[in-house]
């Protein structure tokens, strides 16, 4: 199993960057897929997450309509638009994935829930 991140970058606020999650070794269509991120001193902490079909997407508060979650099934990626950077989101960005079926329309958001994760990508913003 494999999850390997990209796209990551310093970016000044405001800015924008999109990273990208490229998956093998499972099904990938049968997967929940989630970003997560790590700053200094900080928990691992959720970021966002689309169900197996890409029709269920989850977003942390924190978030809410400056990221976007996408995923192509028939390329075994994920990708996590970022607009409207702030500082607070300098982190390292991780995808995971779990086989864990979402709930109507909530996947989960519990590091545990996920077995696979990537090694994860830098993220600097600038102020």
């Known amino acids: 199993v494999q999850l390997v991140e ?18 093998s070794g499972f099904t ?26 890409g029709g269920v997407k989850n977003y942390a508060d924190s978030v ?21 950077l702030e500082p607070v989101d300098t982190a390292v960005y991780y995808c995971a994935a779990t086989r864990l079926r979402c709930s109507g329309y909530v996947c989960s958001k519990r590091r545990a829930d996920y077995e696979y994760w990537g090694q994860g990508t830098q993220v600097s913003v600038s102020s």
């Open 6 to 23: 990209s796209g990551g970058g310093l970016v000044q606020t405001g800015g924008s960057l999109r990273l990208s999650c490229a998956a």
């Open 28 to 53: 990938f269509d049968d997967a929940a897929i989630g970003w997560f991120r790590q700053a200094p001193g900080k928990e691992r902490e959720f970021v966002a997450t689309t169900s197996f079909s």
């Open 64 to 84: 809410k309509d400056r990221f976007t979650i996408s995923r192509d099934n028939a390329k075994n990626t994920v990708s996590l638009q970022m607009n409207s």
